[in-house]
């Protein structure tokens, strides 16, 4: 019986499942979205989230502390000087998820996984103008 575990493992050892997340949350930074199985994202949620409160902050050991759960330099860079000005007004709720359907090889569940005020592209702006 799994009482009183609290996380998810994915059929993974600890340190591919840490890597794994450090390596989502980079992507997720650098890309500011990022399409992913549903449980997966919702684990990455609060993860990033932490990292962005971080960032708001500003303070090196924050930034030490952020580069030691994403082992990404550009990523931190990025979070610090872009992503965290952005989100300066903000209290919090600076991702969302969004459930897009199943996955055809394995029928899982697929969501996006995305920063709430990022900046559009331009064949997203025309998708919704269409």
Do not use: Q
């Not at 990455?44 to 708001?56: G, Q, R």
């Amino acid at each position: 019986m799994r009482h009183g575990c609290l996380k998810r493992r994915f059929g993974r050892i600890v340190e591919h499942r840490k890597s794994m997340f450090a390596n989502m949350a980079s992507s997720l930074v650098m890309h500011e979205k990022l399409s992913t199985t549903l449980p997966k994202a919702k684990y990455l949620k609060p993860l990033v989230e932490k990292l962005v409160t971080m960032a708001k902050n500003g303070k090196d050991s924050s930034r030490r502390l952020v580069l030691s759960r994403m082992r990404d330099p550009v990523a931190v860079k990025k979070l610090f000087e872009i992503i965290a000005p952005r989100c300066e007004n903000r209290n919090g709720g600076y991702l969302r998820i969004t459930k897009v359907g199943f996955r055809f090889g394995d029928d899982a569940p697929m969501g996006v996984i995305e920063f709430v005020d990022r900046e559009l592209t331009d064949r997203e702006k025309a998708s919704m103008e269409a």
